[in-house]
């Protein structure tokens, strides 16, 4: 008898006591926070991954040693100015605003940018790459001041040379420069159209004018990338409604609806950390490990030859005179590390890019390097094919060799509703 009501006790009683604590305690909560089934239930382990996406985790910014002036509000105020001037281009009609639009993440929309020639990479969003390492899709820049500086005197975007850059600053923006840098260079007696890296007239002019003379443009040019990149400082990674999502769940406080994942986004997030290791490179509250990877992407039919993206630039970084290793840099030599310590295996960058950040993707298709895909159920077909168009070509220097694998990601075999949760997912970001 005694054993038969401990059985009843273990086997009837105390189940029906627990899930009517369950039942008490938890569902009100879940049931209230959406429609969802226990699918919507994130494992401890789950919650730890869906937090270290989200901006909740992103680092205090560090200091930029290389750009003294990279606090400096009043910098910041001229870099803004300087960032939407039109008259910093040769048919002046091209800001860095034509191509890097406020109103669209910084970007175009664009496959190729189009600035006074059409370009053969695709526009980068720029907010949030003040935590970058390396900028560029082949990161041939270490910094943002030294990375503005390119498009300035490239033929194909604002196409002027340094000397008429820092000329026209002068007279445009004279005032503003002078209260953050100090004493205005005295450009009379400077060459026109003179730039150390444009070939022809320009070099020939660059070459003609006294050492002085090309120190004190690059000195300048130099300050003038470091007012840009105080504005760039202030551009802000935006909020979306993942990071909404989990900062509800981390908190008790009620989600709005609008902030709540459907069972298909959680499932896409699941597949996104889980069966598709997305995460191995997407990672972190910008979704990018700010390295270069190949991930087979195809050749654009739109741009001539091969663009071997990270492999062609690692030696000519060490000779980037606006490294962070050079002379116009603020930085001491022992600060420059991920310069000083940068692996230069071209083999291992072949058809490497940057890994872009997945932040408001959704809203800014097409995608990839040269916007190789319209639309992002595109790029999911794509990394479950993984294909390899490297394979069979001679490497960057002409050779045959016998080559692995160069596309770092492996077919993942996702049926056609693991892909759409993972676009779904996608759309959260
Ligand atoms: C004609 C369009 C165009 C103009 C004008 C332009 N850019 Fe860009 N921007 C691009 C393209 C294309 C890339 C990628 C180029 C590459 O990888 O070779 C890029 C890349 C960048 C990046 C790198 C982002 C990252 O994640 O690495 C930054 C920052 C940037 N541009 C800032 C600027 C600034 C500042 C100016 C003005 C001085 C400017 N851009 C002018 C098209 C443009
Ligand atoms: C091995 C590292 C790696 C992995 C794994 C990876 N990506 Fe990427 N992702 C990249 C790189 C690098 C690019 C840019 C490639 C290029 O332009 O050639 C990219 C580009 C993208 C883009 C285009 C973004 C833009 O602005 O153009 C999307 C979307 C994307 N990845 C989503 C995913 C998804 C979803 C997964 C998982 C199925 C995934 N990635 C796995 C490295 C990776």
Redesign the pocket.
Known sequence: MLAKSRTLITNVLLPALILAAVTAIVLPRYAARASNDDASLLTPDEMEMAKSLTLASLPSLSPDPSNRFAENAAAAELGRELFFDTRLSANAQIACATCHQPGAQFQDGLPLAEGIDRNFR?T??IAGTQWGAWFF?DGRKDSQWSQALGPLENPIEHGLTRADVVKRVVTHHGEAYEKVFGELPDVRGWPNNASPVIAGKPLENWQAAAQTVRDAIDRAFANIGKAIAAFERTLMPEENRFDRFVAARLSDSQPSPEAELDNDELAGFR??VGK???????SGPRLT?DF????G?PFSPDVQGVDW?RAAVVEWLANDEFSCLGPHSDAPADTCRELRFMSKDQAVFE????????RG?AE?P????????AT?EE??DH??EAPDPFSGLPDINGQIVPHGRHN??IP?GLDVREKAR?VAF?KTL
């Open positions: 695709r980068m969003p899709w597949l996104f598709a290791g997305c995460n191995h490179c997407h490990d270069f990877h190949n991930t992407v993206g058809g490497a890019f940057k890994t872009p950040t997945l993707v800014r097409p995608y990839m390097h040269a916007g190789q895909f992002l790029v999911v990394y479950d770092e990601t993942l993972l996608l």
